[in-house]
Nanobody
């Protein structure tokens, strides 16, 4: 299966920004859907953003603040997160899955990258 390496997380104050990166072990075609997901302690993993053939979709709570993009030449998917809020605190993962919201099904998650936002 594809290997995924997530990075870019950190601890920030509310209102600040972070850019997450996900290196994918194989070439990402334009029509290869990729998504970013997050899981907060005690909560279910949820999809927050997907990109499929240039079309991006977002969870309502992150619309206008998060931007997903991908660089096919680098086999890398990004999540630019602006105006971060404490409720964005979670472990973030990318995956070749097109799904927004909870009940995401995937069995080959990477190690994830922790995002912590303090008020």
């Amino acid at each position: 299966q594809v290997q995924l390496v997530d990075s870019g997380g950190g601890s920030v104050q509310a209102g600040e920004s972070l850019r997450l990166s996900c290196e994918v072990s194989e070439y990402i075609r334009d029509n290869y859907c990729m998504g970013w997901f997050r899981q907060a302690p005690g909560k279910e993993r949820e999809g927050v953003a997907t990109i499929d053939d240039g079309t991006a979709t977002y969870l309502d709570s992150v619309k206008g603040r998060f931007t997903i993009s991908k660089d096919n030449t680098k086999n890398t998917v990004y999540l630019q997160m602006n105006n971060l809020k404490p409720e964005d605190t979670a472990m973030y993962y990318c995956a070749p899955v097109c799904w927004i919201g909870p009940r995401v099904k995937y069995n080959f998650w990477g190690q994830g990258t922790q995002v912590t936002v303090s008020s």
